[in-house]
């Protein structure tokens, strides 16, 4: 079926190339263990709130980043967006009492055979100006295809595994998994809380949030690259390459993929209990002790 003009030319593209106003963001140990927990992550010093996991990047930037996500695409096709891709380049970890401030710069629109992406560039510092991260958002907007690409996608990046892996590791989402990563991030999107709004979308049920499952796998990285210490991570990316269920087991493989800019290259990817593959293309840099 031919694509509508409505969907083709709704896009809302006023905002490509134009910073956000700052959104400053107070670190509590609170909120670090509460991200933890929602997670599952074992690490003692995250567990305490002595320093953030690394996704917890993305709850500082989530209040400047989503609007612009959600309010881009035509506004009929504004719940079907799916999270295509994450990339974090860390200058500095998060610790308890920070101030910090982020801006958000729309990149590009690119329209792809069944939808089309939205890349938004974040930039975490210090309320002192130290920079903290920068990350890259890019959010699929299923059945909204763009009538030409404009601007420009997220970094490329090519990882050239090392066979075989180095580690594969299992883990067993909770059933309420979404419903606490949702207080933990303040990403309350329907799609990972209501059956109902879920299959209305075209999904079986509930899914989770992808920087959960992103979470999830990045805790196995940390143990099979760089002894759990988050302070070593210096870029870490993926592509999302499916959704899944707080049903589903997560196994995470972990490839050496030699080194760059004197930092040791890891690849990875990780698919559900039936072998499909949920995050792909990932790629984390660590710094040598």
């Keep these: ?28 140990r ?27 990047n993305v709850v500082p930037a989530f209040q400047v980043v989503a609007p612009l996500t959600l309010n881009m695409p035509p506004e009929a096709k504004r719940s079907m967006g799916l ?12 610790e308890p ?27 975490t510092t210090t309320s002192d100006g130290e920079p903290v991260v920068d990350q890259w958002v890019t959010v699929f907007i299923r059945t909204a295809i763009a009538p030409e690409a404009v601007g420009e996608g997220p970094p ?10 180095i580690a594969e590791v299992d883990r067993v989402f909770d059933i309420d998994q979404s419903f606490r990563y949702m207080g933990a991030s303040g990403d309350v999107m329907p799609l990972h809380t209501s059956n109902e709004f879920a299959r209305a979308a075209g999904l079986p049920g509930i899914i989770l949030h992808g920087n959960c499952t992103f979470a999830f796998a990045t805790r196995m990285l940390m143990g099979a690259t760089c002894d759990d210490d ?7 990316a993926v592509r999302f390459s ?21 930092r040791t290259v890891y690849g990875f990817e990780s698919a559900v209990g039936t072998g499909e593959l949920c995050l792909s293309n990932g790629l984390i840099e660590v710094e040598d002790q």
């Design 83 to 94: 999270h295509g891709q994450q990339e974090f380049r860390f200058h500095r970890p998060i």
């Design 30 to 56: 609170m909120q670090l263990q509460a991200y933890a927990n929602a997670t599952n992550d074992d690490i003692p010093a995250h567990r305490a709130g002595d320093v953030a996991s690394p996704v917890f």
């Design 156 to 165: 490329p990046y090519v990882v050239e595994r090392e066979l075989p892996p």
């Design 242 to 262: 499916r959704w899944v269920t707080p049903q589903d087991t997560l196994t995470t493989r972990v490839y050496r993929a030699g080194r760059r800019d004197g």
């Design 97 to 123: 009492g920070m101030r910090l401030v982020t801006r958000a710069l729309p990149t590009g629109v690119i329209p792809h055979s069944t939808g089309s992406t939205i890349t938004v560039k974040g930039v």
């Design 230 to 236: 988050v302070r070593r991570i210096k870029r870490l």
């Design 1 to 28: 079926m031919a694509t509508s003009v409505e969907e083709t030319e709704a896009f809302d593209l006023a905002p490509l190339g134009k910073w956000s106003e700052p959104s400053e963001f107070h670190v509590d």
